[in-house]
């Protein structure tokens, strides 16, 4: 951590701030790295829960709970999610001459104005930081951050638009920045695969 004009930075500050937004009143949730240094007493009230993606981590951090104050049938049951490879999942992008993938190597694509975005589109219909898809688990999800929203067109499907939302990626479709797809010649192509 590294403390800054009052305020504290870094990959354990974000691992907190992400585990309290995900814990429910009364419940503690903790990493599987954490939970390691615990005392021995503590590791019959661990339970497993799931995995998560994590800013600046690259690998997805498995979580765990901690039971306590409540007796084991006050608890709800976890079912066992069905296994499933989510590494195997890719979402190819392309605009032009630029295409990228997101999946197990990237996990996040950036577009906007901005030069230093992945996908740069200069049109002023565009903000600076217009939106981004991050990849969480298995799923893509586009979230648009712009003044004049995103267009999502799914094939076949009829064209959505997201003012400050997140849309849930599938199958094959374009995406517009700014204004529908029928009126830019800047629409990302987007498909999401199995590797």
Known sequence: MVEKEGDVFGDAVNLAARLCDLASKGQIITSRETAKVLSRPFWPALRELYKIPVKGKENEVELLEVLWGRSVEEHTAIAAPPSRDYANQVLNLSLHDTRLSVGRERRKVTFGRDHEADFSIQDR??????????????????????????????EGEPEVLLRREEFVLRGHGWIAFGQPRVTTQEAVEFNCTSA
Do not use: C, Q, W
């Open 125 to 154: 219909m565009v903000s600076r930081a217009h939106a981004m898809i991050e990849r969480r688990r298995e799923k893509f999800v586009l979230i648009d951050h712009s003044s004049n929203g995103t267009y999502v067109t799914l």
